[in-house]
């Protein structure tokens, strides 16, 4: 089974920025769709921001003109570069890969934005 593991989370004062990375190892499939969902302390988890292979990115409202989501050509590599991060940014962060036989995900990376 694919691994997915993320880096790049930490605390950040409010207007600051961030940039995830994600990458997946035990597979040398493509993933078609690889992107970000985040999920604040006692709410659901909620999508951020997808990218597939020739296609234009996708974004939540909340985070356009914000955040841009990136990948390393057709390499299983994702990245979200977060500006102007808000205190409403805090979240775990997680990143998924949708390969053809399974979608995988990672373990999360804790993003804290102090006001």
């Known amino acids: 089974q694919a691994r997915v593991v993320e880096s790049g989370g930490g605390l950040v004062q409010s207007g600051g920025s961030l940039r995830l990375s994600c990458t997946t190892s035990g597979t040398s499939l493509s993933a078609h769709v690889m992107g970000w969902y985040r999920q604040v302390a006692g709410k659901q988890r909620e999508p951020v921001a997808s990218?597939?292979?020739?296609?234009?990115?996708l974004y939540q409202d909340f985070v356009k003109g914000r955040f841009t989501i990136s990948r390393d050509g057709a390499k299983n590599k994702v990245y979200l570069q977060m500006n102007r991060l808000e205190p409403e940014d805090t979240a775990v962060y997680y990143c998924?890969?949708?390969?053809?036989?399974?979608?995988?995900w990672g373990q999360g990376t804790q993003v804290t934005v102090s006001s």
């Open positions: 990218i597939r292979i020739g296609r234009a990115p």
């Open positions: 998924y890969a949708q390969l053809p036989a399974e979608t995988s």
